[in-house]
């Protein structure tokens, strides 16, 4: 044998990469081409965006200009006063209307949503054309937008709780069936087969593989959803004359500023604390 040959340092820098055996064992043309890459796509981004705003007439010198003393009014302006304080007895109960109409619509959401999700799932479905047509209808309502949907049903049941209530279901509806059919399709199958090889009945496979395998998934996403609409509820009181959205309407164009910023104040707090509640839950199950 050659000298080469029994020498293991000769051995293991013939198998080394060419490139690393240049410039002791750096090779800068890489990080060169990814910070061009990363370059020429911020340039494309700018220019896109300029072009954007020359089109519109948008001003960005102007709007940069001018945002500073837009946050000092809206600072000023819309900061509780002692006065304000005195309004919370109205401001309460509507918040708590808006709160529970969320849940409600959510809840109710995820239920029809599951259900529907297990029948069009690819693991689990019956199979046939329901899969394609659940995932149609899922599609259908989850692009429509939950003030679109406000605006439709305002023709037909007028500005009441229950007009407020049906756009958030239906949005959620669309939005959890189709995040039920994503987790579903994701879980193992091995479950699934077993107890279809054992000849378990569809209900069986369901309640013993589907629904266990799925639940941490489904809560996540209903709690999530219940948080999405507490937010979207403040828009559409604003459209059904409901709830916490009709009240700081109201004060907003009385220009009630100050208590119109003691209602905003409070969904905040609601919204953060369903957030801060829902992590926990979150956290509990995974």
């Known amino acids: 044998m050659t000298e080469r040959a029994l020498n ?3 051995r293991l820098s013939s198998l080394r990469p060419r490139s690393s055996r240049r410039r002791g064992g750096y090779d800068g043309s890489f990080f060169r081409r990814r910070m061009a890459a990363v370059a020429c796509a911020a340039l494309a981004c700018a220019a896109l965006g300029a072009l954007s705003g ?3 007439g948008f001003d960005f010198a102007q709007a940069a200009f001018e945002v500073p003393g837009g946050f000092a009014w809206m600072l000023a302006q819309f900061v509780p006063t002692a006065a304000s ?3 919370l007895g109205s401001i309460l109960p509507a918040l708590g209307s808006t709160v529970l109409a969320s849940v409600a619509s959510s809840c109710t959401a995820a239920v029809l949503a599951y259900a529907c999700a297990v029948l069009g799932s690819r693991t689990a479905g019956v199979g046939g054309p329901v899969a394609p047509i659940v995932r149609a209808i899922a599609s259908l309502f989850r692009n429509i937008p939950v003030v679109a949907w406000a605006f439709i049903l305002l023709f037909s049941f007028k500005q009441s709780e229950f007009t407020g209530f049906f756009a958030l279901f239906l949005t959620s509806f669309g939005y959890l069936t189709r995040c039920f059919l994503e987790s579903i399709d994701e879980m193992s199958a091995g479950p699934v087969e077993a107890l279809r090889a054992v000849g378990a009945s569809y209900g069986q496979i369901v309640a013993q593989a ?3 395998l799925s639940i941490t998934s489904v809560v996540s996403w209903v709690l999530y959803m219940i948080e999405t609409n507490i937010r979207d509820a403040t828009l559409i009181g604003i459209l059904t004359g409901t709830g916490i959205g009709f009240v700081f309407d109201i004060y ?3 220009f009630r500023y100050d208590v119109a910023g003691l209602v905003i104040l ?6 953060v604390a369903c957030e801060l509640a829902s992590n926990h839950v979150r956290r509990q199950i995974i």
Do not use: D, H, Q
């Not at 409070?266 to 919204?271: G, L, N, T």
């Open 266 to 271: 409070c969904i905040i707090a609601v919204v």
């Open 85 to 87: 304080l005195e309004k």
């Open 252 to 254: 907003y164009k009385s």
């Open 8 to 10: 293991p340092a000769s």
């Open 210 to 212: 589907v629904v266990p």
């Open 54 to 56: 020359t089109y519109v």
